[in-house]
C-alpha cells in the first residue's frame, strides 16, 4: 500500500480525510502545526502525525511519498485578511518553496491540492472550469496564484480540487461555514438569520471528498491527471437552503430572520459534471445531499460544545497573531 503524506492533516477535512485513507490501507504521514489542536486519534493505525510547519520539512523527507495531499491553507476570508504577510507566507510563499523541495521525489504519482470554487468570486452564469476566475477576497486570489504555479512550473504530476463549501461533521468543527452554522444556530439558539440570502453557492459534503481523493489515488487511467476539477453536491441560495435544512432535519420552532444587507461578494452556481466523474455506478446526488444533511444535523446535536470558541477559526488565528506578536 503507498505512502500517503497528508499536510494540514489535523484540521477539518485532514480530521475525516486521514481515519478514512487510513481504513483503506494507506500508510499515512500527517504535518500539522496544529493551530486547532491534534484531531485525530492517537490510536489510529497507519498514522504517524509530525507536529511541525510545513515550511520545515527537508528536500529528503519527501522522497519516500507517493501521494502528497495538501490540505494547508488559512482557509476563511476574514482569517486570511487579519494579516496579509502571513497568509501569503503559508498560502503561497512557502508553498512555492515546498513543490521545489518536491519536485526530484521519483516516487511521487501524485500531488492533491485544495484550491476553493471561491476563485469564480461573482459570476450569474453556470460556472465550469473554463469560465473566468475573478477571486474576490485575499484568500481565493493567493489559491488562484498558486494553482497556476503548479500548472506553469509542471514539476510533477498534480490535480486540483476546487471545492465548494464544505459541510458535515468533523472532529475539528468548524461552525465558519454556512451549513454547518445554519444547524448549529437552529438547534442552539433556535433561531437562524439570513444576510442577504440570494447570493447563490456552491455546496460540498466532506465525506465527498474523501471519496474523490481516493479515486484520484486509485486513478490508473489517469483520468484525473494534471487537471482541475470543480467538486461539490449541489448549489443553492441560501435562503432556499435554510428551507432546505428546516424541511430535512423536521426541527420545530425555529424563528427566521432575514436581514437584506450581505456582506458576502461572492456568488456562483457551478456545473456537477466534474462531480458526476468521481462516482461509479448509480449515484443518486439528490438523495446522498438529503442524506448527508441529516446526517451532518445529528451530529451537530450530540455536540457537547457548540459555542467552543475554538470552532470559529477567526478566533484561533487571531488569538495566534496576537500571542506570537506577528
Ligand atoms: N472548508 C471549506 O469550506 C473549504 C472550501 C474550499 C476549499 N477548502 C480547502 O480545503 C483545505 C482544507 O480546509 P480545512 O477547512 O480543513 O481548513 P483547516 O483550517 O481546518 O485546516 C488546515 C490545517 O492546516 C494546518 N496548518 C496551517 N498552517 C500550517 C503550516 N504552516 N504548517 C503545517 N500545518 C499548517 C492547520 O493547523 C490546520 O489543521 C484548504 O486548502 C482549503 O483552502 C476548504
Keep these: 500500500m503507498y505512502d500517503v503524506l497528508v499536510l494540514g492533516s489535523e484540521g477539518y477535512l485532514g480530521s475525516i ?43 529528503i523527507f519527501f522522497k519516500k ?29 512557502n508553498k512555492i518553496k515546498m513543490i521545489k523541495k518536491i519536485r526530484k521525489c521519483k516516487n511521487l504519482k501524485r500531488y ?6 471561491s476563485v469564480y468570486g461573482n459570476n450569474s452564469k453556470v460556472i465550469n472550469e473554463k469560465t473566468n476566475p475573478a477571486p474576490i477576497s485575499l484568500y481565493s486570489k493567493l489559491c488562484l496564484k498558486y494553482e497556476k504555479k503548479i500548472i506553469k512550473n509542471n514539476y510533477f504530476s498534480f490535480t486540483i480540487l476546487r471545492l465548494g463549501t ?21 438547534i442552539y439558539l433556535k433561531k437562524i ?3 442577504g440570502g440570494e447570493q447563490q453557492r456552491f455546496f460540498c459534503f466532506n465525506e465527498f471528498v474523501c471519496l474523490a481523493i481516493n479515486q484520484i489515488i486509485q486513478d490508473k487511467k489517469k483520468y484525473f491527471l494534471n487537471k482541475i476539477f470543480n467538486l461539490g453536491v449541489f448549489n443553492s441560495n441560501i435562503v432556499s437552503l435554510t428551507q432546505k435544512i428546516i424541511n430535512l432535519t423536521k426541527h420545530k420552532n425555529v424563528l427566521v430572520s432575514h436581514e437584506k444587507h450581505n456582506i458576502d461578494k461572492r456568488s456562483y452556481k457551478v456545473s456537477m459534471n466534474s462531480a ?33 470558541s475554538k470552532k470559529i477559526t477567526l478566533n484561533v488565528y487571531k488569538d495566534y497573531l496576537i500571542k506570537k506578536k506577528i
Excluded: H, Q
Design 17 to 59: 480525510l486521514v481515519p478514512y485513507l487510513a481504513k483503506k490501507g494507506y500508510f499515512i504521514t500527517g504535518i500539522d502545526k496544529c493551530f486547532f489542536g491534534r484531531n485525530n486519534s492517537k490510536k489510529l493505525k497507519n498514522y504517524k502525525l509530525i507536529r511541525k510547519d510545513y515550511n520545515s520539512l527537508k528536500e
Design 65 to 93: 511519498f507517493y501521494f502528497i495531499i495538501d490540505l494547508v491553507n488559512i482557509s476563511n476570508d476574514p482569517a486570511s485578511e487579519l494579516n496579509p504577510k502571513f497568509t501569503n507566507k503559508i498560502n503561497y510563499l
Design 112 to 117: 492533491i491540492y485544495m484550491s476553493s470554487c
Design 166 to 186: 464544505l459541510y458535515g461533521w468533523s472532529p475539528r468543527m468548524r461552525y465558519d461555514l454556512a451549513i454547518n452554522k445554519i444547524i448549529k444556530d437552529m
Design 193 to 195: 438569520e439570513i444576510l
Design 276 to 308: 458526476k466523474k468521481f462516482v461509479v455506478g448509480k449515484f443518486n446526488f439528490n438523495s446522498y445531499v438529503s442524506k448527508s444533511i441529516i446526517k451532518c444535523y445529528k451530529s451537530i446535536k450530540r455536540d457537547k460544545t457548540p459555542f467552543d
